[in-house]
């Protein structure tokens, strides 16, 4: 009765599985790759199966079409990653098999989401001290200083710094959400009020802040749009709204100025075939790419993603645009605009607030992030080296994404299948 309760969700992995295998035997017989490529598209495929029967058990009343979106999502990246480098694509296939297994505890482990709520200022501690330690011991990679390296593992804090910032707002900005109900003309007085606004405050400020001492802006751009949104949320109030797009226009223009390597980026952006023998040969080849493609595509393992600079990491949707065209690369954008029309839906039909700006921050999260990478590899805004949710190649962002998408399930746990 539970499997037939979710014949949406079975239907849609059938058709993941279909895409994995034609991918998998495509490689396996154009490549020479050994029949070993059959046994990782075989357990990943049966990991997906196995989740799906352990949501028919724990996920009664979840989202049916969320796991197989980022599913797709995830195959999809694995497609493209193959096409870079067949061994980054066997960490890829791991750290998705990781994230799924991740994915599967937070549905068991933390059904009772409401529970996070009691440590609000625990996770503000702790974002500042990761941020913070990144700022003293961290690696610079690609002019930002973003990355910690433990025992030979990478990883970059600011990952696990997304959970913790989220978990933090949608606790505390339920806590007063009565002291934020005031009308337009009070919202200055609102935000001088120190015992309602001064840990967000800090938390902003400390957050922004040592993300820009890291130079790692598209990760601030990332939060600041997670703190207005939720912030938005909570009160309704377009005063808010103004005030935080008027005070990052500032911090932009200050940020210009200040840093070099965000004005190179500005100026490859506006002018990219003045520099294409430099600063504005990634994105040329990235417009290449995208062109080269036409409306159907190259076809898979006929594109030359070997020319694209970071094509697994930064430029993953021009390698899958080139080859699989542009009605491919749509159809990527609509998977994205689909998990997050689904993620506010969840959020909307939230029976509690702490459930709904929790919900509301991680699609937020996956929303913003998904669409400042893919403007930025289409050139409609500077490229800020972010990872595309589920589809780049990254460790700590693909287990991030999969332990925040388990807790966006359970927070529709308590409602209606739908």
Known sequence: MKLRARWHEFGLLILVAVVAGLGT????????????????SSALIGLLFFVHLVLCVWGTGTDQFILPISAMLSLLGLLGIYRVDSQMAFKQWLWVLLGLGSFVLIMILVQDYRKLEAYKFIFMLVAIFFLLITVLAGETVGGARAWLELGGFRFQPAEIVKILVIFFLASYLQEIKSALKVSHNEVFKLLMEP?????IIIMAGASLGLLAIQKDLGAALIFFGIFLVMLFTSTASLAFLFIGLGVFSIGAIIAYYIFGHIRIRVLAWLAPWSRIDGSGYQITQSLFALASGGIFGSGYGLGQPQVIPAAATDLIFAVLTEELGLLGGIGIILLFLFISYRGFRVAIVSDNNFGILLATGITTLFAL??????SGVMKLLPLTGVTLPFVSYGGSSMLVSYILLGLLMNVGRSQRSF
Do not use: C, K, N, V
């Open 25 to 40: 035997f495509y490689i396996y017989f154009t490549s020479g790759q050994e029949r070993q490529i059959l046994f990782y």
């Open 195 to 199: 015992r309602a606004m001064t840990p």
């Open 369 to 374: 992030q998904s669409f400042i990478i893919l």
